[in-house]
């Protein structure tokens, strides 16, 4: 796991270079936990609703894949496979809100999971493998950690620079013609 998750966190910096602290806790959060955080309280036809509506107002950048590895068996689909027809809004939606129901909860053990996974961020981060400030990673895990191990927002840097609209979806959920598409994948 430790290795995959290296890898992962360094192709996503080398992929956006923009890519905040914050950003990499969001990845570490959605790694973990998948799409769990919308919860018991979003039915499939709230989520139909919310890919209808932002499929309306996307702007795609054409760099960022169409599917994309995050680790632990989960994807970031990008609303583009509704916008090329590769997929439609309804199939999409049904694929995040089986992934959203069969996600794991916060518990003690997926808490000390995430919590390992912050110590690696940290750890790289002092060995330099990105431009961060160790000192700023340090921080921003301990504020991160005291407001409460819960879903965050990409940074308005990442926001604007690559316009990330996805959804998190667990490969058991992901037919096969999707996943021949255009996807980048840690081996």
């Known amino acids: 796991m430790e290795n995959k998750l290296k890898k992962i966190l360094i192709e996503h ?3 956006y270079p923009k890519m905040q602290i914050d950003d990499m806790i969001k990845l570490i959060f ?3 936990f998948g799409p ?3 919860g018991s309280s979003a039915s499939l036809e709230d ?6 509506n932002e499929v309306k107002t996307i702007r795609i950048d054409e760099k960022t894949p169409l599917i994309e590895d995050i680790g632990n068996d989960y994807f970031r689909i990008s609303l583009a496979v509704v916008l090329h027809k590769i997929i439609d809004k309804d ?3 049904s694929m995040f809100y089986q992934s959203m129901v069969n996600s794991p909860k916060l518990s003690d053990q997926t808490k000390q999971q995430f919590l390992k996974k912050m110590d690696l961020f940290m750890q790289m981060s002092q060995k330099r493998f990105f431009d961060y400030d160790p000192q700023d990673v ?6 991160y950690i005291k407001s409460g191990i819960k879903p965050m927002h990409h940074s ?3 926001r604007l620079s690559y316009f990330p609209h996805y959804r ?3 490969k058991n959920f992901i037919p096969h013609q999707l996943l021949s598409e255009r996807v980048y994948e840690s081996e």
Do not use: C, N, P, W
Request: glycine share 4%.
């Open 13 to 15: 910096y080398q992929r």
């Open 138 to 143: 340090m921080q921003g895990i301990k504020d």
């Open 168 to 170: 998190l979806v667990h």
């Open 156 to 158: 308005e840097i990442y």
């Open 91 to 93: 199939e999409l939606s």
């Open 47 to 52: 989520i139909k609703s919310y890919v209808d």
């Open 36 to 38: 769990a955080h919308f």
């Open 30 to 32: 959605q790694q973990t």
